[in-house]
């Protein structure tokens, strides 16, 4: 019913900067949450950073170096992490809890198919 689809990965080296974009689109009333999660290899998934109606939160190594942002109109989450460190390198996923219709109060949780963040030393 609802699909997110993530973009902006890739291989940058220490240091640099990267912009992650997730869009999500199919049967939306609204969307109370947003959030990037990531996963390194052997680790547990864990939070970056959330964004509700006005409120960023982010995970202590995160914080000081990203920015969450929300595009309302379009259904967008948008990550922009700077200071990129080796330990950074994971797939990031993108997390979304939707209210599928106005009689409908529940809300249900996606996940997107995640995009790679390499970060070289």
């Known amino acids: 019913q609802v699909q997110l689809v993530e973009s902006g990965g890739g291989l940058v080296q220490t240091g640099g900067s990267l912009r992650l974009s997730c869009a999500a689109s199919?049967?939306?009333?609204?969307?109370?949450?947003m959030a990037w999660y990531r996963q390194a290899p052997g680790q547990q998934r864990e939070l970056v950073a959330s964004i509700t109606i006005g409120i960023a939160t982010y995970a202590d190594s995160m914080k000081g170096r990203t920015t969450i942002s929300r595009d309302n109109a379009k259904n967008t989450v948008i990550l922009q992490m700077n200071s990129l460190k080796p330990e950074d390198t994971a797939v990031y996923y993108c997390?979304?809890?939707?209210?599928?219709?106005?009689?409908?109060?529940?809300?249900?949780?996606?996940w997107g198919q995640g995009t790679q963040v390499i970060v070289s030393s």
């Open positions: 997390n979304a809890e939707i209210q599928h219709s106005s009689w409908e109060a529940r809300m249900n949780n996606y």
């Open positions: 199919g049967s939306i009333f609204r969307i109370h949450s």
